[in-house]
């Protein structure tokens, strides 16, 4: 990576060196443009892992990994920790997206400071965390979903935010802007 403080406008690019973040984590509940975005990112290179199973996918895509059938929502042998065991440790570059991406985080984040003495020496899960912390203003949004990213961003990113601060940019979607 080349020396820069990186400028990200659409979060793809630096605006001054060019450079994309090889290792990148979509945070948000559902319906915020998560897989909107992952699909741009393919574009550019970037495999796409999707936290969750692909049975529960509205409309599954062919390049696209889906979480294992049959993970449990939490605990240590859930979906989270798999993501913790088997993507985040993966070379770049790669996006993983799905509600179940702050979870994962947070378990990094508590694994990790068992094993350093300091949180600032810990290696960094991946490159660049997007949050999308608002519906997109063209969804339309269930009750269940907007609970649902209740818990995703007011629960647990809110919870990990400042651990997590140096590497995420939060993306806030204006009227007419396709997710």
């Known amino acids: 990576m080349p020396f820069c403080d990186h400028k990200f406008v659409d ?6 060196c060019g450079w994309v973040p090889d290792r990148i ?7 915020t443009g998560k897989s909107y975005f992952a699909k741009q990112m393919r574009e550019l290179g970037h495999p ?3 936290g969750d199973p692909r049975s529960t996918v509205k409309f599954p895509e ?5 979480l294992p059938e049959g993970l ?3 605990g240590d042998s859930g979906a989270a920790q798999w993501v913790v065991d088997n993507w985040f440790p993966m070379r770049g570059p790669w996006l993983c997206e799905g509600h179940v991406m ?11 400071i068992v094993i350093w003495d300091f949180w600032d020496q810990c290696p960094d899960p991946c490159d660049r965390i997007i949050v ?7 969804a339309t949004v269930s009750k269940k979903q907007r609970a649902m990213h209740k818990g995703v961003i007011e629960t647990t990113w809110e919870e990990i935010a400042e651990d997590y601060e140096k590497l995420a940019r ?10």
């Open 11 to 16: 979060s793809k690019a630096c605006l001054k």
């Open 25 to 31: 984590v979509v945070v948000g509940g559902p319906r």
């Open 48 to 50: 796409t892992f999707c």
């Open 62 to 66: 062919p390049d696209v990994t889906y």
């Open 72 to 74: 449990k929502f939490d």
């Open 102 to 112: 702050a979870r994962a985080l947070r378990r990094w984040r508590d694994q990790q």
């Open 132 to 138: 999308l912390k608002e519906h997109h203003p063209e």
């Open 170 to 179: 939060v993306v806030e979607w204006s009227e007419g802007q396709k997710p």
